[in-house]
């Protein structure tokens, strides 16, 4: 015996969603996108882009070499050696 009020499960599924007909039917092309294993797709993509995008971070962090904004001046023998390595 089970509770009053349970319905057999066959009912429950028969029975129109609040939403209407459209929101509990996907379409043929989610069905499709389910289908052909869609969500392992998108997760796969958004992964790869992600490290693409951590990958490239690097490369220019380690490749763009710092520029010098402004040498040490006033006649001093550390002035004048950065003068000449320029």
């Not at 007909?21 to 052909?36: E, F, K, L, S």
């Not at 990958?55 to 050696?81: I, K, N, S, Y």
């Amino acid at each position: 015996g089970g509770k009053t009020g349970d319905k057999p499960s066959s009912e429950a599924e028969a029975s129109p969603a609040p939403g209407g007909a459209a929101a509990t039917q996907p379409g043929a092309w989610h069905q499709r996108w389910d289908r052909w294993g869609g969500r392992a797709l998108g997760v796969s993509l958004l992964i790869h882009l992600v490290l693409l995008g951590l990958g490239a971070t690097f490369v220019v962090t380690q490749v763009m070499d710092p520029q010098t904004d402004f040498l040490p001046g006033g006649g001093t023998v550390q002035g004048a050696e950065a003068s000449q390595d320029l």
